[in-house]
């Protein structure tokens, strides 16, 4: 059974930076796509970042170059650097993944965690 399980998350002022990590079981960590995704509250989810097998990435207009996708194999982990945070980051953030292989990764995915919470104040 996969199972996705995030941590990172916290309260920080604007301007700061966090870094998120999502621990993966359970899945074949290296084969397909996995990213972020954030609700804000009162707002529809929106996807962040995505990163494929080969390690190409790609972000929501509103978090490039600012947040940074990655993922450590050898551990199973994936990580969203975030640098200057902005009130607008505040969100719920969860990690999520795919269960089969598509040329372009993008959302739904078909797995995804509880989430951690971030908290941006100004």
């Known amino acids: 059974q996969v199972q996705l399980v995030e941590s990172g998350g916290g309260s920080v002022q604007a301007g700061g930076s966090l870094r998120l990590s999502c621990a993966a079981s359970g899945y074949p960590y290296r084969s397909y796509c996995m990213g972020w995704l954030r609700r804000a509250p009162g707002k529809e989810r929106e996807g962040v970042a995505t990163?494929?097998?080969?390690?190409?990435?790609s972000y929501a207009d509103s978090v490039k170059g600012r947040f940074t996708i990655s993922k450590d194999n050898a551990k199973n982990l994936l990580y969203l650097q975030m640098n200057s945070l902005k009130p607008a980051d505040t969100a719920m953030y969860s990690c999520?993944?795919?269960?089969?292989?598509?040329?372009?990764?993008?959302?739904?995915?078909?797995?995804w965690g509880k989430g951690t919470l971030v908290n941006i104040s100004s």
């Open positions: 990163i494929d097998s080969a390690g190409s990435t």
């Open positions: 999520a993944a795919d269960s089969r292989w598509r040329p372009h990764c993008g959302f739904p995915m078909d797995y």
